[in-house]
């Protein structure tokens, strides 16, 4: 297992189309693990693929809080089969928006459809955290984030607090990097 650099706004890796998994194979299997690895150190309760910079349809998540026992579940291909009409708010938070916190309405519940580490279809209906966790984390397979939920005003100063501390990263890379050269 290993844990893998979660990629962070504005890389425009984030906002691509996440491509379905054809097989599940050994790859899929160890991208798996190391994305609860990964998930687990954060520490968050979900985590798409494309966070890691991989393309394709795979999620991860654990909603067990404190000192619950975990529950690690995984998702290959996942899709929103049906979705409630009853509507919940949960303030959410995203590892590659490090953070930064907002109130999100979606969905109560949500019944989900995937496959499993041993490619069988399963599914799932989920409540409370899970049900937005799930949203959240298949927004994430379309290229989407949650900020995209929020006022256009709320969205362009978050997107521009970002795009500043990535140049102010690279600046300060480009520094070190001249020192260790
Ligand atoms: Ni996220």
Same mark, same amino acid.
């Given at each position: ?15 691509? /189309? ?19 690895? %990964? ?16 393309? &394709? ?11 619950? =026992? &975990?529950?690690?579940?995984? +998702? ?8 409630? *009409? *009853?509507?919940? /708010? ?16 979606? =969905?109560?519940?949500?019944? /989900? ?18 049900? %937005? ?12 984030? +949650? ?8 969205? *362009?100063?978050? /997107? &521009?607090? +970002?795009? &500043? ?17």
């Amino acid at each position: 297992m290993a844990i893998l650099p979660i990629i962070r706004l504005p890389d425009p890796r984030l906002r691509l /189309v996440s491509e379905p998994v054809a097989r599940i194979d050994g790859e899929i299997l160890q991208l798996l693990d190391d994305m609860l690895e %990964t998930m687990y150190e954060a520490p968050g309760v979900g985590l798409a693929a494309i966070q890691v910079a991989v393309a &394709k349809r795979v999620i991860v998540a654990d909603t067990a809080r404190g000192d619950e =026992p &975990k529950t690690p579940l995984v +998702f290959v291909n996942p899709e929103i089969v049906w979705a409630s *009409e *009853e509507l919940n /708010v949960y303030q959410e938070g995203c590892l590659s928006v490090p953070e930064y916190y907002e109130d999100v309405e979606r =969905p109560a519940r949500v019944r /989900v459809r995937f496959l499993d580490r041993e490619a069988r279809t399963q599914e799932i209906e989920a409540d409370g955290l899970l049900a %937005t966790v799930l949203q959240h984390e298949i927004d994430h397979l379309e290229g989407g984030l +949650f900020i995209d939920h929020l006022s256009r005003l709320k969205r *362009e100063r978050v /997107v &521009k607090k +970002f795009t &500043k501390a990535a140049r102010e990263r690279s600046a300060a890379a480009q520094v070190q990097d001249r020192v260790e050269a």
